[in-house]
């Protein structure tokens, strides 16, 4: 093993930054080899550093990291969830298109698939939707179409340098780790981010991650049912960036009938088509609830709405007129241009 990664898996003691910084060296020095990739990524998969270290590592990357645009997208909020819980359709992602059609600026940060049936990338390629692989591009399909779906480059490059280290180890056997990270490792210059969080509560730890200074303001989403979205089947619970909560009650907003079921996946071949039906509203009670809170969650956090009972109804409306749909189908014969 490195000399540079005992201090970090061994966890007698915090790792600090001196010690994740000699880390990240060492992989981009070319010094580290499978093992010792497939060590660190283990140790992160079985269970996150503590709160120090684990800020220390985040940190540690940042400094790695091209330098952010000096100003954000104002009113412009990025969608992304940690992963597990009940399996789901993408309602990020459709969510994303609902409220990009009532006019919220929406990025859409995500990946492969880790755990999930089909993740966001594997979706838009099924769709023909491009993502964008720089900001200019990104901001290019903001100021377009109100809506920019990002690709790995907003991630740091050492995840893709461990990826190919492990190989042929795929990158699936630590996916809870990816997953549960990824939404805090996304840098793209948004004022806001939804962050559905799932298993139910929000660990220490990622409360951590979503109040360190000069990150977008981060609403953590979290629900009785374990689901890293709002659903509209039970209590939702929204943990604000200033501290606070807000309980969002089953059937105060939407209808609150059905169960984790209506919102299942179905099969890769049949996901694209799928969810252009969950596009329209027709795909079932539950589902077209379940969008409309998620949408109208994006539309309070950005700003572009301050009540949520409007904004669920203009969420309604995108389902029914066809908006995010058509929408859906501008953005595939959008190019990349930037």
């Not at 010690?19 to 283990?42: C, F, I, K, S, V």
């Not at 109040?211 to 929204?238: F, H, K, Q, Y």
């Not at 969810?275 to 956090?301: D, H, I, W």
Request: neutral net charge; glycine residues 10%.
């Amino acid at each position: 093993m490195h000399p540079a990664l005992v201090p970090v898996v061994d966890r007698r003691a915090p790792a600090g930054p001196e010690q994740w910084d000699a880390l990240w060296q060492a992989l981009a020095d070319g010094a580290l080899d499978r093992g010792d990739a497939l060590a660190l990524l283990a140790s992160l998969t079985a269970a996150l550093p503590e709160v120090d270290s684990l800020l220390a590592m985040i940190d540690a990357l940042d400094r790695r990291r091209p330098a952010r645009p000096a100003s954000s997208w104002a009113g412009t909020v990025n969608v992304v969830g940690t992963g597990g819980g009940p399996p789901t359709v993408n309602l990020s992602t459709a969510a994303a298109l609902v409220a990009a059609a009532c006019g919220v600026r929406v990025v859409k940060s995500g990946s492969r698939a880790h755990t999930a049936r089909t993740g966001s990338i594997d979706l838009l390629d099924r769709l023909g939707v491009p993502f964008a692989a720089s900001l200019d591009q990104a901001s290019h399909h903001l100021d377009t179409h109100g809506i920019a779906f990002t690709g790995p480059f907003v991630y740091p490059v050492q995840l893709a340098r461990l990826a190919l280290l492990a190989v042929p180890t795929p990158m699936r056997v630590f996916g809870r780790f990816l997953n549960t990270l990824g939404p805090f490792l996304a840098a793209v210059p948004v004022s806001a981010q939804v962050t559905g969080v799932s298993g139910g509560r929000v660990p220490p730890a990622l409360r951590a991650l979503a109040s360190r200074p000069g990150i977008p303001g981060t609403w953590l989403v979290t629900n009785l049912l374990g689901a890293d979205e709002l659903l509209s089947m039970c209590d939702n619970t929204v943990h604000l960036p200033e501290g606070g909560t807000l309980t969002l009650r089953a059937g105060e907003l939407v209808p609150a009938g059905g169960s984790p079921d209506d919102l299942a996946p179905v099969s890769r071949d049949a996901a694209a088509e799928h969810f252009r039906a969950v596009l329209t509203g027709r795909a079932g009670g539950p589902l077209r609830a379940t969008l409309q809170l998620n949408a109208a969650a994006l539309a309070l956090a950005s700003g572009h709405r301050d009540d949520w009972a409007k904004a669920v109804a203009e969420a309604g409306a995108a389902l029914d007129d066809g908006a995010a749909l058509d929408l859906l189908e501008r953005l595939k014969g959008a190019d990349r241009a930037g």
